[in-house]
């Protein structure tokens, strides 16, 4: 599916009404390039209407993730001399404007650990700062096994 773009703020039932109306009436819709194309020709998954006017939609070939609380797009991976089981990728915050979403800026790192649980996702500015955040995250999820396994040995000399 599709994302739609935030900044539109009618329902797709209210779109696809209005769609086929200002379709009928010859309405333009506007490109980013700043030139016009009639709305007729132009696909409802591919226009949104937008501060009063319909507004095609730039292509956009990423898949994007939600990571903590932002969208982002994942780039290329970081190599890196660590020993640790994380990977780490270059990364953008995903930001629209009328015409979709804005060109991206890989300027964040993402840290990536996969379990049976699933994959688990954290970002920051540096590789040590994602690093740490996904820590967080992961003994968050884990703080019972984490602590069982830790003190496993101090709970044995209590018992004695």
């Known amino acids: 599916m599709k994302t739609r773009n935030p900044l539109s703020q009618q329902t797709l039932e209210q779109k696809k009404h209005q769609y086929d109306i200002d379709s009928a ?3 333009l819709a506007y490109k980013s390039d700043n030139t016009t194309i009639p709305l007729r020709c132009i696909k409802p ?7 009063g006017l319909w507004r095609v939609q730039d292509v956009f070939n990423y898949t994007i993730s939600q990571i903590r ?3 982002m797009v994942l780039g290329q991976r970081i190599e890196h ?10 990364a953008a915050s ?3 404007n009328c015409y979709g979403l804005l060109p991206l800026n890989f300027d964040m790192v993402v840290a990536k650990y996969t379990t049976d649980k699933g994959e688990y996702l954290a970002y920051g500015h540096t590789v040590s700062s994602a ?14 096994l984490i602590h069982k396994e830790a003190c496993k040995n101090v709970m044995q000399k209590v018992r004695k």
């Open 45 to 51: 998954e591919n226009v949104e209407f937008i501060a």
């Open 131 to 144: 690093r740490a955040f996904l820590g967080i995250r992961l003994y968050d999820e884990y703080m019972d």
């Open 94 to 96: 995903v930001n629209y």
């Open 81 to 90: 001399n660590e020993k640790t089981f994380f990977e780490y990728y270059k």
């Open 69 to 71: 609380d932002k969208e």
């Open 25 to 27: 009436n010859n309405v």
